[in-house]
C-alpha cells in the first residue's frame, strides 16, 4: 500500500508500504515503463513539443483507470457540522483522472477555505481512496453585530456560511464593541458553574471594559472590569442560598467589590390597589 499525506502545515508526506496484491505493483511498473517509453519516442522534436505532448498523454492515464486506479471510495472522519457532500464534490471535480494525477495541495487548500475547518488531512490510500481528516472549530457563541449573526470561536474567529438559527439554543449571544475578540476570558469564568451559566442567554461587553450577564429569567447582572471570577462566585452563592433566579429581581450590581446592589420588579397593579386601600 502506498500513502500519500498533506496535512495541516501544507507539507508532504509519502510514506511506503508493501503492496497487499503484486497486481498492483505489475500495473504501476507496466505504466512507468509505457511512460518512459513514450517519452522516448518523443525524442525527435523540440523542448517545447515534448512538454506540451507529454502533458497531452492520456495513454498511462487511461491504463492506470481501467486496472482500478480511480478514486472510488471518499472516507470522511471527523466532521460534525461540515457537511460531507462539501467535501466529496471536491474530490469528485477529479474523478476522471488516475489517483495519482489527483493534486492533494490543491484540494487541501479548497477543503480549509470553509471557516469551519481548523485543521485538515489527507491521504491517497492506493489503489482507490482518498481518505479525508478533519478536525473542526468549535463556537463558543453567537456573535451580534449590525451585518447580522455570526457563529464565533473562544479565539474570536468568525465561522461563516452557516445558518445560525441551528445552534441558537445551543450558545449565548454576545455583543459590543471587542466582543468576539474578549469572549474567552468570561468564558473561562463561566466554566466554574457551568449549571448557572446556563440559564444566561447573552453578554453585553460595555465599553470594552466588562461584562453585563443577561439570564433567562429577566436578571442582568453587571460584572466590574476587573476580579470577574470572584463577582461571579458572589452570585453563585447567591444562587444556592437565596434562588435570586426566582425572586423577581431585575438587577444585580455587582461593579463595587464593597457591596451587592440589586433592583426587584414589583407588579404595579398591586402598588396602586394598595395605595387606594
Not at 447573552?202 to 460584572?223: C, D, E, P
Not at 425572586?247 to 407588579?267: A, M
Request: proline share 3%; glycine share 4%.
Amino acid at each position: 500500500m502506498l500513502r500519500l499525506t498533506i496535512n495541516a502545515k501544507n507539507s508532504l508526506k509519502t510514506d511506503f508500504y508493501k503492496f497487499k496484491s503484486q497486481k498492483y505493483l505489475k500495473v504501476i511498473f507496466s505504466s512507468v515503463l509505457l511512460f518512459i517509453l513514450t517519452v522516448s519516442c518523443l525524442s525527435f522534436y523540440n523542448d517545447a513539443k515534448i512538454n506540451y505532448l507529454t502533458y497531452k498523454l492520456k495513454i498511462v492515464d487511461q491504463f492506470l483507470i481501467k486496472n482500478g486506479f480511480r478514486v472510488e471510495n471518499i472516507e470522511i472522519i471527523g466532521t460534525q457540522n461540515l457537511p460531507n457532500d462539501y467535501l466529496k464534490n471536491i474530490i469528485n471535480k477529479h474523478s476522471e483522472s488516475n489517483i495519482f494525477n489527483i493534486n492533494l495541495p490543491i484540494i487541501y487548500k479548497k477543503i480549509i477555505q470553509n471557516s469551519w475547518v481548523k485543521e485538515g488531512y489527507i491521504e491517497r490510500i492506493l489503489p482507490n481512496t482518498i481518505r479525508i481528516r478533519i478536525l473542526e472549530k468549535k463556537p463558543v457563541a453567537i456573535w451580534q453585530s449590525k451585518n447580522g449573526n455570526k457563529l464565533v470561536t473562544s479565539n474570536g474567529e468568525v465561522i461563516s456560511n452557516v445558518n445560525v438559527n441551528t445552534f441558537k439554543n445551543n450558545f449565548p449571544i454576545i455583543k459590543g464593541h471587542k466582543a468576539k475578540e474578549s469572549i474567552y476570558s468570561i468564558l473561562k469564568v463561566l466554566e466554574t458553574n457551568k449549571e448557572l451559566a446556563k440559564n444566561i442567554w447573552s453578554l453585553s461587553f460595555i465599553n470594552q471594559r466588562r461584562w453585563n450577564l443577561h439570564f433567562n429569567q429577566g436578571l442582568t447582572v453587571h460584572l466590574p472590569s476587573t476580579d470577574m471570577l470572584v463577582a461571579w462566585k458572589k452570585i453563585i452563592k447567591l444562587q444556592q442560598n437565596y434562588n435570586i433566579l426566582n425572586l423577581r429581581l431585575t438587577e444585580i450590581d455587582l461593579r463595587n467589590p464593597e457591596q451587592i446592589l440589586g433592583k426587584i420588579n414589583f407588579d404595579k397593579k398591586i402598588i396602586l390597589k394598595g395605595q387606594n386601600l
